[in-house]
């Protein structure tokens, strides 16, 4: 599909520079820019419907529970 989009004249002249350097069109970047962007935020809405079953269902605050998930969460690589 083809699209048209207006973007600032720096990011263009980033884009063309990546694009030579690493011989794939700028059609091929922006479209993997959309898939990696896309793919961070779709999390988001995994995240929200966590948020609302947990919120509907309830439960109690286990403050070890947290610190603990914030300790593995700390160590993990992302």
């Given amino acids: 599909m083809k699209t048209a989009v207006s973007i600032p004249d720096d990011v263009y002249d980033r884009v063309e520079r990546l694009a030579g350097r690493t ?10 820019a959309l898939g990696e962007y896309l793919a ?3 999390g988001d809405e995994v995240t929200n419907a966590m948020n ?16 603990a998930a914030s300790d593995v969460l700390e160590r993990s690589d992302w």
């Fill in 23 to 32: 011989k794939r069109s700028r059609s091929r970047l922006f479209s993997d």
């Fill in 40 to 42: 961070r935020h779709e």
């Fill in 52 to 67: 609302a079953a947990v919120e509907k269902i309830g439960g109690d605050y286990d403050s070890f529970v947290s610190a």
